[in-house]
């Protein structure tokens, strides 16, 4: 079982709010269902195989705490995939830091299981940092970018 493609299909039923997903390829079948209750613990845990990514240069990952300055704000990935700051290798990136962009700017695309999403910054603001790199893998909710919003 490839635990990358039951973490997308999480990840797919999380952003466009499923209650349950079948997928079928070949001889496999995977099913999931979220749980009624109490929210279901992170897709991550329930793939112990999986290792889990270490960023020990992430204090806030220790404390649970962000250590943005007031006012700024993260713009969290909606899904897991890879993430392009352009819609192609020879185009211009969508944003760059310092952007002032609307609710509807996308900032970025991720691709997830050869589908490109286009990710919009949210809020009103100004780009203040990346967190993440051209082609890289993310995860939902990671955090892309930090914003400053517009007052």
Known sequence: MDV???KELVAIMNSNGLAELEYQTGGVTVRLRKAAGPAPAPAESACAQAPAPAKASAPEAATGTPTRPAGESEIP???VGTFYRASSPDSQPFV????SVEPDTVIGIIEA???????????????????????????????????????
Do not use: C, T, W
Request: net charge negative; hydrophobic share 50%; glycine share 8%.
């Open 4 to 6: 990358d493609l039951v």
């Open 77 to 79: 990935s909606p899904m």
């Open 96 to 99: 760059s830091v310092g952007d």
């Open 113 to 151: 299981m050869k589908i490109m999403n286009e990710i919009p910054a949210g809020v009103r603001g100004v780009i203040r940092e990346f967190l993440v790199v051209d082609h890289e893998a993310v995860e939902y909710g990671q955090p892309l970018a930090v914003i400053e919003p517009a007052a």
